[in-house]
């Protein structure tokens, strides 16, 4: 199954860049959700449209969870789920920068096991099956082979790598892009050392990045070292590391108690 789920994203979200090409720098009508939750197009809504239309006709009995549509509670009893951004990186979208992505995941009981991100216009999709490896545009990738927090490459937040977040000067040089799920591609190819998030991510921003970097050889946890799990009633996962297992163990090490703390309501399951 997981084989026919991710050849039925990665049409999907090729369906989404084709969307998302023609509201490209064509000034698409945008506004402001409120509450802090930031901006989003019509190019948003018709690829969440068109995406939901496709996908649960394909999948009747799965599960969905979208950034752009209201949440239905139905989805914590199914078996399989849909976990969608439309566009992850809506801000870029909007000043015409090319690195956004559809990131489009599927999770089994709480476990990521099929997955897919395209960047439209930098004509890239990266995808995963678990147990399948991971791959971009068809070609196997691997995470770097970075151990030592010295000198690594990280996409993250300036916010991030401020001194009163570590125990002691950790050496690791900021990279930045603005969709989370792209960042995480990027490391899961090695062109980056890791990703990190210390602040609370929505399950659709990671859900697919995340099998993708397990998959090309990584490792992914929160900053509190638990294990990723997907579907909760509160979609939410308390912060990020992904990158080689060996270099991921040392910036958890690295980071100060008061920076893994898990934000409230989120259930972390027993054993994680």
């Given amino acids: 199954m997981p084989a026919r789920d991710l050849a039925l994203l990665l049409a999907a979200a090729e369906a989404a860049g084709k969307i998302a090409k023609r509201y490209f720098k064509a000034d698409p009508e945008t506004w402001d959700k409120g509450d802090g939750q930031g901006p989003v197009t019509q190019a948003d809504l018709a690829?969440?449209?068109?995406?939901?239309?496709?996908?649960?006709?394909a999948r009747p009995d799965y599960g969905w969870l979208s950034e752009e549509s209201e949440d239905d509670p139905a989805r914590l009893a199914a078996e399989r789920v849909f976990i969608i951004d439309p566009i992850d990186g809506t801000r870029a979208f909007i000043n015409g920068e090319p690195s956004f992505s559809h990131s489009l995941a599927i999770a089994q009981k709480g476990e990521i096991i099929a997955a897919v991100v395209h960047v439209p216009m930098k004509d890239q999709s990266f995808g995963a099956r678990l147990g399948g490896g991971a791959y971009c545009n068809g070609a196997p990738i691997k995470v770097s082979e970075k151990a030592e927090?010295?000198?690594?490459?990280?996409?993250t937040r300036k916010p991030e790598l401020r001194p009163e977040h570590w125990h002691q000067p950790h050496g690791m040089v900021h990279k930045f892009r603005p969709s989370l799920a792209y960042r995480l591609c990027l490391v899961a190819e090695g062109r980056y050392d890791a990703m990190l998030a210390l602040r609370p991510l929505w399950e659709w921003d990671v859900a697919a990045g995340d099998l993708i970097v397990r998959e090309a050889f990584g490792a992914v946890c929160t900053t509190g070292g638990q294990k990723t799990r997907y579907n909760n009633p509160l979609p939410k996962l308390a912060g990020m590391v992904a990158g080689p297992q060996k270099l991921t163990t040392k910036i958890i090490s690295g980071l100060q108690p008061a920076a893994k703390q898990p934000i409230a309501g989120l259930i972390i399951p027993k054993g994680d």
């Fill in 47 to 57: 690829i969440n449209d068109m995406l939901k239309a496709e996908l649960l006709a």
């Fill in 149 to 155: 927090m010295a000198g690594a490459t990280v996409l």
